[in-house]
Nanobody
């Protein structure tokens, strides 16, 4: 089994930055694709960014140019650098993973989830 624990959330003003981390523990050799999702109150969970074990990344259009996903396989840690944050980025952010290639940034593809970390951006 794999456990994911997110950290780094908080409250910032519009235009600010945050860096989220997701530490993976357990049978981490089974993980290939890792991703960040977010869910705002009353809205569906949406994919933010994903990255495969070889480092190839993909992003939602809403965050391209502002967010950067990365991973340190030696430390079993996933990151999300968020710059130029906007109030619309306010949400609970979740780390997710699965054992296959990153083919689709859809929550139904992911079977391992963290508990989430809250990001709040004020105007």
């Amino acid at each position: 089994q794999v456990q994911l624990v997110e950290s780094g959330g908080g409250s910032v003003q519009s235009g600010g930055s945050l860096r989220l981390s997701c530490a993976a523990a357990g049978d981490t050799d089974t993980i290939d694709c890792m991703a960040w999702f977010r869910q705002a109150p009353g809205k569906e969970r949406e994919g933010v960014a994903a990255i495969g074990s070889a480092g190839r990344a993909s992003y939602a259009d809403s965050v391209k140019g502002r967010f950067t996903i990365s991973r340190d396989n030696a430390k079993n840690t996933l990151y999300l650098q968020m710059n130029s944050l906007e109030p619309e980025d306010t949400a609970m952010y979740y780390c997710a993973a699965h054992s296959r290639r990153c083919l689709q940034l859809s929550y139904i593809m992911f079977d391992i989830w963290g508990q989430g970390t809250q990001v709040t951006v004020s105007s």
